[in-house]
């Protein structure tokens, strides 16, 4: 099972600052990576698939790269709507796997 | 637009069963594959069972393979999860997720909670 290891568990920032997420694959995972968004009492949301590709309706703030074992999602200017926890998950092999979180909280 | 709508969720003793499903409307269901995917405070996110299209692919992480069951049925949009022999580390939210491709998941239900306790 590919484990994907996600840092750091929170990450404290203001509004208006750059977030940088890093999610780490076990083993490669090639580009088959994707990014979640979840906020307390709603299901995830589909944010990045395939590494670099955002999903429908997503703003061009969120962007993701990386590709291997490394992968990066980056919110280039947090908006408030922005805080929440954002999961990792590999497509690559069975099972599909996310990783453990990645808290953005207000600072 | 795009809805998945759980159903079948509760408390159940251990060694019980349940049977979640999953109506979907707003997309071409048999064009897609689904997906059952439970979350804990423990384990976090698992993506626990998958079903092809055409239904023929299934698949299961090993927890619960032999006591899960996913089905579907193209002519009414429903996906099924028939859980036999629960365990109480099988309490979860249980959602139901459309497959993007194979392997991601671009929209999801609500989530059903299931709580194994006697």
């Known amino acids: 099972e590919i484990v994907l290891t996600q840092s750091p568990a929170t990450l404290s920032l203001s509004p208006r600052e750059r977030a940088t997420l890093s999610c780490r694959a076990s083993?490669?995972?090639?580009?088959?990576l994707a990014w979640y968004q979840q906020k307390p009492g709603q299901s995830p949301r589909l944010l990045i698939f395939?590494?670099?590709n955002r999903a429908t309706g997503i703003p061009a703030r969120f962007s993701g790269s990386g590709s291997g074992t490394d992968f990066t999602l980056t919110i280039s200017s947090l908006e408030p709507e922005d805080f929440a926890v954002y999961y990792c998950q590999q497509r690559s092999n069975w099972p599909f796997t996310f990783g453990g979180g990645t808290k953005v909280e207000i600072k | 637009e795009v809805q998945l709508l759980e159903s079948g969720g509760g408390l159940v003793q251990p060694g019980g069963s349940l049977r979640l499903s999953c109506a979907a409307s707003g997309f071409t269901f048999s064009s897609y594959g689904m997906s059952w995917v439970r979350q804990t405070p423990g384990k976090g996110l698992e993506c626990i069972s998958t079903?092809?299209?055409?239904?023929?692919?299934?698949y299961y992480i090993d927890s619960v393979k032999a006591r899960f069951t996913i089905s579907r049925d193209n002519s009414k949009n429903t996906v099924h999860l028939q859980m036999n022999s629960l365990r109480a580390e099988d309490t979860a939210v249980y959602y139901c997720?459309?497959?993007?491709?194979?392997?991601?998941?671009?929209?999801w239900g609500q989530g059903t909670l299931v709580t194994v306790s006697s």
């Open positions: 083993q490669s995972v090639f580009s088959f």
């Open positions: 079903i092809s299209a055409s239904g023929g692919n299934t």
């Open positions: 395939d590494a670099s």
């Open positions: 997720a459309k497959d993007r491709f194979i392997g991601d998941y671009d929209h």
